[in-house]
């Protein structure tokens, strides 16, 4: 009889009455029916069970999460995978539990769902702000097709170190450009309304100093101060928060001594100072990993600590579940947080419309093909946008009628381009390079070869991947094909499956045996094009980067990587990606950015006595901005005159070659003195892309406000000194011409 009487009430919310009531008002007459467990069952998120994206924690068998779901103990899952399966799952929760409350069901749409988009560090390269919020619209619109409606995307964690693998997963090292593309990304997977079919909840993370981990490893401590928290690692937050993210993530990480997900004063800032009022979720297990960090005895203490730091929701460590309800009675947790974290999921059901059709998110099963994709076109575009040419002496763009060997590890690699991080498309349906030239060029006149295996095994998502590093077969062949051919294309680089979560790395070379063949192919064969796959900054030695004739970088270009890098490599369109993060010449010099304090000593001079380092240079193989076309791109001396409270800095820039290109034109700044603390060396302002035809020039104008100078004090307010600052309006970090004005 209660069962019956609870229902309906729970059903009244959703009615044509309540429909028109506000949220707050149907949240609360939901949670008003339900019992402190139910209230934490909220909290608790599992795994589906199929794909895992972590170590299965203790006692989550199967049987165990379902008497939990069918107990309404369980608010939302990840990973669960197809229409049917979503269906399935949300039918228990519906039909099955007490009070009948739909689940949200989340999965990490990095870059695409089946259709995939360069990895993120690439889409960053394009510098496009529409491009890469419509990718995370397709994203969306893919994923919500198959049931979905919460991405843990976008990672907006800015990294200076391109150990860390996951360094692919964000938009590089630049607090403006990863605030923009953090604002982007969360635009588009949310689109105008998060109750619209088509878009789901995004999700900042992690929050906060992930990049930071100490020597690239992954999971590492993080030390870092206020003053660099302030102005370099939360700006992109607070730009997804003022964007509208529905959900921020925890970072598995100690910050600054405490972990992010015991953190209270974290939380502090995020609910309370910056007014977050929508769910902060923790990390896979980050909950329970508190005890292995030495902050937490055992797993209810990490229960108590996660909730005490207004963690709403635990992934998978099974200790809200287990423990919040007694913490709660013992009077170690108080209820009106577990009330205040039931509210925020409630809400997020009623934003995102579950609460009014718990099923509205499963229209579209089916079979998915990567050429007949609705969204292929698009992710096309972007792989071609997002591609750095970082060195040419001319041979690019070929000729069709050149004979061309296509050659190396990635020549033919229809997985590799996909990158590690795609819970969810399938396996080897990149289109590869060699499918791409025989698209664009046609296959007279091209070998291909391979070369010796790049991988020892075969590789998976939770699994190391082996390199092959004496097994030299097929070196003679790809040698053979190279000398034979007028031009040797080598494809090289690292797997999609050495970066990524947990796959840091300590040297930054071509792995295996790619810097030999590359060496082997250079003693047969003068025009040698490098296509460089990586999911990181890579560093190639001298010797290579000197012989080769061109260096074109492709990333992980995603599921249409082929055919967008034949194009480029075939001149139908002209490269403009852009670096979004250093290229270091050695792993020494990390961490190395554009972004850097001078320092007491900056010299150069001929004593000993000024900061560098014996044996190399400080500047990098290539800086941040960075990037060529096929064109030649001039630009006149940067002018900056104030207008009224602002700044007019302008520079004409002018297409000087015979093809169309897309410019990316980039405005830094520097502020020469500041009490408030010092500044950059030069700092990122703003950029516009922009077309050039041949010939054309147009003057660039960048109206600049006290605002965008203000600097973030360690207490957190951001502030403006007025003094003397320079300008550069600039292809890249490292170039340019300055003007200065005295700003009263
Ligand atoms: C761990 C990762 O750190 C996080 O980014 C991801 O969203 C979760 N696993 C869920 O897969």
């Not at 769902?113 to 394009?126: C, G, V």
């Not at 409270?645 to 070659?657: C, I, P, R, Y």
Request: glycine content about 10%; proline content about 6%.
């Amino acid at each position: 009889m209660k069962k019956v009487f609870l229902l309906s009430a729970v059903l009244v919310t959703a009615s044509a009455f309540a429909q028109k009531q506000p949220t707050a008002w149907r949240v609360d007459s939901v949670l008003q029916l339900m019992t402190l467990e139910e209230k934490v069952g909220q909290m608790n998120q599992y795994n589906g069970f199929w794909n895992a994206t972590g170590p299965a924690p203790e006692g989550g068998d199967a049987a165990t999460k379902y008497q939990h779901l069918r107990n309404g103990w369980v608010g939302s899952v990840l990973n669960v995978q197809g229409v049917e399966e979503v269906r399935a799952m949300q039918r228990v929760a519906v039909e099955e539990t007490r009070l009948g409350i739909p689940l949200i069901f989340g999965c990490d749409v990095i870059h695409g769902y089946k259709t995939l988009s360069p990895i993120p560090l690439a889409e960053a390269a394009s510098w496009d702000l529409e491009a890469i919020a419509k990718s995370a619209h397709n994203g969306a619109e893919e994923a919500t097709s198959y049931g979905l409606n919460w991405t843990f995307a976008p990672m907006v964690d800015i990294s200076r170190d391109p150990r860390w693998g996951r360094i692919m997963e964000g938009a590089g090292e630049d607090p403006y450009l990863g605030s923009r593309i953090a604002e982007a990304r969360v635009r588009g997977f949310q689109g105008e309304q998060l109750n619209d079919p088509r878009s789901m909840a995004a999700c900042a993370k992690h929050f906060a100093g992930y990049g930071f981990s100490e020597a690239g490893r992954d999971y590492n401590t993080v030390d870092v101060s206020d003053y660099t928290l302030y102005n370099v690692i939360y700006p992109p937050f607070q730009a997804a928060k003022k964007a509208g993210v529905a959900t921020f993530m925890n970072s598995f990480n100690t910050m600054n001594g405490i972990p992010a997900t015991g953190n209270q004063a974290l939380a502090e800032l995020l609910k309370e100072d910056w007014g977050f009022e929508g769910v902060l979720v923790s990390d896979w297990g980050s909950v329970g990993e508190m005890i292995a960090h030495g902050y937490a005895r055992n797993l209810k203490e990490a229960a108590e600590q996660a909730a005490n730091a207004r963690c709403d929701m635990d992934m998978e460590s099974l200790a809200y579940v287990q423990f919040l309800a007694s913490l709660v009675r013992e009077g170690k947790v108080s209820e009106s947080l577990v009330d205040d974290a039931a509210r925020r999921v409630l809400k997020l059901k009623f934003d995102l419309g579950l609460m009014d059709d718990p099923y509205r998110y499963c229209n579209r099963p089916g079979s998915w093909e990567p050429t007949t994709s609705p969204w292929a076109a698009d992710a096309q575009e972007l792989a071609e946008k997002s591609a750095v040419l970082l060195k040419n002496n001319g041979i690019l763009p070929l000729v069709k009628k050149q004979a061309i060997a296509l050659v190396g590890p990635m020549a033919q690699e229809k997985n590799s381009p996909l990158g590690n991080w795609r819970v969810s498309s399938d396996d080897f349906t990149a289109l590869s390079l060699y499918e791409g030239l025989v698209q664009v060029r046609g296959e007279k006149r091209m070998t291909v070869a391979s070369g010796p295996v790049f991988l020892k095994g075969p590789i998976s998502f939770p699994f190391e991947a082996e390199i092959n590093t004496t097994d030299t077969s097929g070196m003679h062949a790809v040698v053979k094909a190279a000398g034979e051919a007028e031009i040797a294309i080598l494809a090289v680089g690292e797997h999609g499956f050495h970066s990524g979560e947990a796959r840091s790395r300590m040297s930054l070379h071509l792995p295996g045996l790619q810097e030999q063949l590359i060496r082997e192919v250079l003693k047969v064969q003068e025009h040698v094009v490098l296509v460089l796959y990586a999911g990181r900054p890579m560093i190639l030695p001298d010797d290579i980067t000197e012989q080769v004739d061109a260096i074109l970088l492709a990333w992980q270009p995603g599921t249409m990587g082929g055919p967008a890098i034949a194009n480029l490599l075939m001149g139908k369109r002209s490269p403009s990606g852009r670096l979004p993060v250093t290229f270091p010449r050695s792993e020494g010099q990390i961490p190395l950015y554009y972004g850097a304090y001078t320092t007491g000593r900056p010299g150069p001079s001929d004593a000993v006595f000024w900061s560098h380092y014996g044996d190399g240079p400080n500047t990098p193989a290539y800086p941040f901005g960075y990037g060529l076309t096929y064109s030649t791109v001039t630009y006149a001396a940067t002018q900056v005159k104030q207008m009224g409270d602002s700044m007019a800095v302008t520079a004409l820039v002018k297409n000087e070659g015979k093809v169309a290109v897309d410019e990316v034109v980039q405005l830094y700044a520097r502020d020469h003195h500041s009490r408030l603390g010092v500044q950059p060396v030069r700092r990122l302002i703003g950029f516009q892309r922009v077309t050039l035809k041949p010939g054309e020039e147009r003057m660039m104008t960048f109206s600049v406000t006290a605002d965008q100078l203000s600097v973030a004090t360690s207490e957190g307010e951001r502030m403006f000194e007025p003094g003397t600052f320079s300008f550069w309006v600039a292809p890249h970090s490292a170039a340019g011409t300055s003007a200065s004005i005295d700003w009263k």
